[in-house]
């Protein structure tokens, strides 16, 4: 058998046909990659009641989307708005869908991002 080293180009061109990776070993990896988005939800007005809108969004979630936590703050003048924390999967088109998915639910005024990171990966 022939030694060589990982990406040799003369090993390369002796095989009869291209070798592709295994998608679905890449898209385990994937998998792992979780995203906290912290977010300021606020209501129309200061009737609105955040608790019924934090249950609308828990519940209206798709892909992976999960809302982690949530609490009242007060912004002003009595109006209180909802610091969220979502936790969501690293891929395209997540935040999209979370920010429309939001958006759409009645009473939401406004929908703003605070920040963003990577989950911590659980070490036993």
Same mark, same amino acid.
């Given at each position: 058998?022939?030694?060589?080293?990982?990406?040799?180009?003369?090993?390369?061109?002796?095989?009869?046909?291209?070798?592709?990776?295994?998608?679905?070993?890449?898209?385990?990896?994937?998998?792992?990659?979780?995203?906290l988005l912290r977010a300021k939800?606020l209501p129309t007005g200061t009737?609105?009641? @955040?608790?019924? #809108?934090?249950?609308?969004?828990?519940?209206?979630? !798709? =892909? &992976?989307?999960?809302? *982690?936590?949530?609490?009242?703050?007060?912004?002003?003048?009595? @109006?209180?708005? #909802?610091?969220?924390?979502?936790?969501?999967?690293? !891929? =395209? &088109?997540?935040?999209? *869908?979370?920010?429309?998915?939001?958006?759409?639910?009645e009473g939401v005024g406004e929908?703003?991002?605070?920040?963003?990171?990577?989950?911590?990966?659980?070490?036993?």
């Open positions: 058998m022939e030694q060589f080293c990982f990406g040799d180009v003369r090993v390369a061109e002796k095989l009869p046909e291209p070798i592709n990776a295994n998608p679905a070993t890449l898209m385990d990896h994937r998998k792992m990659s979780r995203l939800i009737e609105t009641d @955040l608790d019924s #809108i934090a249950k609308k969004i828990a519940s209206t979630l !798709k =892909d &992976g989307i999960v809302l *982690s936590k949530y609490t009242k703050e007060p912004l002003a003048f009595g @109006l209180y708005f #909802i610091n969220a924390e979502f936790s969501l999967e690293d !891929k =395209d &088109g997540q935040m999209d *869908s979370l920010e429309n998915t939001v958006r759409a639910i929908f703003e991002v605070l920040g963003a990171s990577r989950a911590s990966v659980d070490v036993k």
